[in-house]
């Protein structure tokens, strides 16, 4: 039994750093299931699941087939599986003897906790990997994408001054969001349900371990999200390390 786990490759970092496919190497890891990963392009997402018949994740706004990240192929099974979500849920029908995502039939309550993205969210993300985070021909599919959404460059999302301050607090309380998972847990730990891990962490960490890829762990920004919520973030990450591995 092996997994293929097909992952975003980047020139500059060596493992996993998008928040979509951490997440499904998270639940790969936690749940002790070997696979390997094949690295690639994003620029090159839409060839590779052509080539390997791996499904699209929905449609584009003009109809076309959008073919994204993480998408597995099982060979003990022969299913090719595209989301992390709908990922997470083969697993858990396909391997029930591991350890389970969704403890205590939680499915439908955390299947539906997402980060809360918004456009505070781009301007501190997507600059960032911009100018050799990822290859010049990833980076010029994602500004024919964004760019014409956008209105404007993406480089151009970045705020300075006034504006930077007033968006990063903006930005602090979308992370807040996340935070408020875990204040309504009545259970002491890590982790939402305390001591157990499950979907809702993974999605938290999985998100938290982008930005520290993209800025960097010695940047400024990542130093300071880690010390926010009485440091939750950097427990939970720390937590989480075990899980990490990439291969």
Request: a negative charge; aromatic letters at 12%.
């Amino acid at each position: 039994m092996v997994i293929v786990l097909y992952d975003f490759s980047s020139p500059r970092v060596s493992g996993t750093w998008a928040p979509s496919t951490w997440r499904a190497r998270y639940f790969l890891n936690y749940k002790g299931i070997p696979y390997r990963t094949e690295w690639i392009e994003n620029a090159d997402v839409d060839a590779n699941a052509i080539r390997n018949d791996i499904p699209p994740n929905g449609n584009n706004p003009d109809g076309s087939p959008k073919y994204t990240l993480p998408s597995i192929h099982d060979t003990s099974t022969g299913a090719k599986v595209t989301d992390s979500l709908a990922i997470a849920d083969y697993l858990e029908k396909t391997y029930p003897d591991a350890p389970t995502i969704f403890p205590g039939n939680t499915r439908a309550t955390q299947g539906a906790l997402e980060f809360p993205a918004s456009i505070t969210t781009h301007s501190f993300a997507l600059p960032y990997i911009m100018g050799g985070f990822i290859s010049s021909r990833s980076e010029h599919k994602i500004r024919s994408i964004m760019e014409p959404m956008l209105g404007k460059r993406i480089e151009d999302l970045l705020p300075a001054g006034e504006e930077r301050v007033k968006q990063w607090e903006a930005f602090k309380d979308r992370i807040g969001q996340m935070n408020a998972w875990f204040e309504e847990s009545d259970v002491k730990g890590p982790f939402v349900l305390g001591d157990v891990l499950s979907w809702a962490d993974i999605v938290a960490a999985s998100q938290l371990r982008y930005f520290k890829a993209i800025w960097g762990a010695g940047s400024e920004e990542w130093q300071g999200l880690e010390t926010w919520h009485g440091g939750r973030w950097k427990n939970l990450i720390d937590a989480l390390e075990k899980y990490e591995t990439a291969v």
